[in-house]
C-alpha cells in the first residue's frame, strides 16, 4: 500500500502475514495530504494525536518518546507517510511500528501485513 488506510481505527486487531494475531493498532496517523509538501496537516489521525499540533518538533515530541530511540529521518518519514503503531501482544513484547509498504489489506478482522511481526521496526 501506499497510504494508510482511512479505515484504521484504535483497537484493530493486527495480523501478519501468516495471519497470527500480532497485536493491536495502539495509535496512527495516516499522513500528510500531500506527500510533496511535508507539513503538520493530515489526513487522518488517531484521537490521541490530535491535540496541541502546533507545528512539526512538538508533533514528532507528542508521537515520539526520546526512548524510542528511533532516528529523526524515520520520524519525519513515519509523519509524511503515516504509521501505525502496534501494541504487540506477549508480556515481554516490545511495540513496533507499521508503514504503508507494510499493509497488505484491512478487512473486517483487522490490519493483515505482508510481512512478519520480526521485520518491523521496534522501540
Known amino acids: 500500500m501506499h497510504a494508510i488506510p482511512n479505515s484504521i481505527h484504535e483497537g484493530m486487531k493486527v495480523y501478519d502475514r501468516a495471519m497470527n494475531a500480532i497485536g493491536t493498532v495502539e495509535t496512527f496517523r495516516i499522513g500528510d495530504?500531500?506527500?510533496s509538501i511535508p507539513g503538520v496537516e493530515a489526513a487522518g489521525v488517531s484521537p490521541v494525536l490530535e491535540e496541541?499540533?502546533?507545528?512539526?518538533t512538538s508533533i514528532l515530541a507528542d508521537i515520539f518518546s526520546p526512548d524510542d530511540g528511533l532516528p529523526r529521518e524515520v520520524q519525519e518519514k513515519a509523519l509524511r507517510e503515516g504509521?501505525?503503531?502496534l501494541d504487540a501482544d506477549g508480556l515481554f513484547a516490545r511495540d513496533r511500528y507499521i508503514f504503508p509498504e507494510h499493509i497488505d489489506r484491512v478487512t473486517a478482522e483487522g490490519v493483515v501485513l505482508n510481512v512478519e511481526k520480526s521485520d518491523l521496526m521496534h522501540v
Open 33 to 35: 495530504e500531500d506527500p
Open 52 to 56: 496541541n499540533q502546533t507545528g512539526l
Open 83 to 85: 504509521f501505525i503503531r
